[in-house]
């Protein structure tokens, strides 16, 4: 008989002699030589790892599984040539073995008994770090394909009760005197929800919310947690509890709390710590997300004041406007126009339509500054002049180093018609739309503001019957190219025989259209920011009679 060390035993026909002490030499494993009825005929070799194990008694119940391979073995032996038992494994006091046979001929079973409990505990680890790392890259992509709060939070539950405990809870910051809490329960959907609680009363959560370091789960009590926090089809028994805070970017982004049914199986220090690794990309993810609704809601607050305005009807004189951003990504830039309403329909309003040099954001910045300074110079609106001068000292005591070209157009109505002051400062002359379709370029013309110590400026006044329109506008009209070979400018030519085809147009129907012809002159080329204002004198509307034939009335 060949041991699996290549030891050679001798195995006499005599039991007696087969198994005498001075027939082997000493095993390097535990040999135990059990008969089919699973007594353990010799036991020998290291026999320190088979405890209880008494030669001439039964094996002990944590060795049944070799006690029926020997029975299985005997069964086969009654088949002439009937080859060697199968190699088996089994678990005793906590030790995995693999039991090696070899079968005697009375029947009897020589297993060797190879502890392999360190083998199997690294092969075990090596697949727990496999998957702990594959969940790991997976959550990591789902937390980081939202940038919604919310939705972050969900996943961060959803995502810790399926794999770390049965139950998950993500805790955020308060909002005033509410918590807002996220809870999940293993194969559950998340639910969300604002709980006015004291996060003092759960050991360990006011210290998380806080950034600082988890309190080791053995030391907190499950008995002692609030009902708040056990999750609905969670059960009745908290086993055991791990609360971990969620690290952000500089500030904690919240608190991570896992609760286990199993009284028997608390949290090993392996496994918070593999927690706080989960914890670590949640925690990011959440900050990302909640710096990004930060940063939005900046965004959005700013570019209400940034965007310009929608217009309508002032003081029985119609305006409308359009405006198109060089970069559909940023949606404000250098162009604005603004209407500033006279107090009474006796005051002018003054209407600004302007263009700052640059593009994007950085155009806007100094957009807001010249739409504010006009808005403060409201009160001397009707000296054009004037209200230059102190916008060009403005900005020349600024940090910034642009400038920008404006027209003001002093807008009063009088019975049916308008009247109209019109200063161009460096920008293109407004156009007037005459109800015959003449289109008039007034002869206004002045310097730009921000780049000189001294500007010059000259106003020049119309009148617009009612139908009529005067069109203030930004060079990325007439420098648009496109057309049929994609770098022609649309020019101020073009532009004129655009509106020549729009007399006694209502002035949103003349914005729409002269929309329509750049974007299709454009194509989908770039261009700079696009603007236009159309001051519109209203039609006067004509009532019929009550019997339709006789003359009716006129009003406006």
Known sequence: MVSPEGKTVTLTKDTKERFAPDSWGRPPHAVVVVDPAGTAVRVDGEISLLPGVEQGMPLPDGLAWLARATAEAAADAVHRGAPEPPTVAGEFRGRRFEAHPTRCADGSVVWWLVDHTARYAAEEALVAERERTTFLAEASNVLLSSLNAERCMAATARLASGFLADAAVVVAPAEGRQLPVTRAVRGGEAVQALIAADPSTVPGLAEALKGFPPVPSRWIDPTSLPDWLVP?????????????????????????????????????????????????????????????????????????????????????????????SSDARDRVGGDFYDVHPGRTASEPSLVVLGDVCGKGLDAAVLTGKIRNTLQALMPMADDHERVLQLLNGALLNSDNTRFATLVLASVRRAENQVHLRLTSAGHPAPLVVRNDGRVEEIPTRGSL????????????????????????????????????????????????????????????????????????????????????????????THLSAVDGHTRGRYTS
């Open 449 to 540: 503001v921000g780049a000189l110590e001294q500007i010059t400026a000259h106003t020049v006044g119309t009148t617009l019957l009612p139908g009529e329109t005067c069109l203030l506008y930004t060079d990325g009209i007439t420098e648009a190219r496109g057309g049929p070979l994609g770098g022609e400018l649309f020019g101020e030519e073009r532009l004129k025989r655009a509106l020549a085809e729009c007399g006694g147009m209502p002035g949103e129907a003349l914005v729409d259209h002269l929309q329509m012809l750049a974007s299709q002159w454009l194509r989908d080329g770039g261009h700079d920011d696009l603007a236009v204002v159309a001051i519109t004198a209203p039609q006067t």
């Open 232 to 324: 609905d089809g969670f059960g009745t028994t908290v086993g055991s509890v791990v609360v971990t805070p969620l690290p952000g970017h500089g500030v904690p982004a919240g608190a991570l709390i896992l609760l286990r049914t199993d009284t028997r199986r608390g949290f090993s220090e392996n496994e918070e710590t593999f927690a706080r690794l989960f914890a670590a990309r949640a925690g990011a993810a959440l900050s990302a997300a909640r710096l990004y609704a930060e940063q939005h809601s900046i965004t959005r607050t700013l570019m209400r004041d940034l965007l310009p305005p929608p217009l309508h009807r002032v003081h029985g004189v119609e305006f409308a406007g359009s405006y198109r």
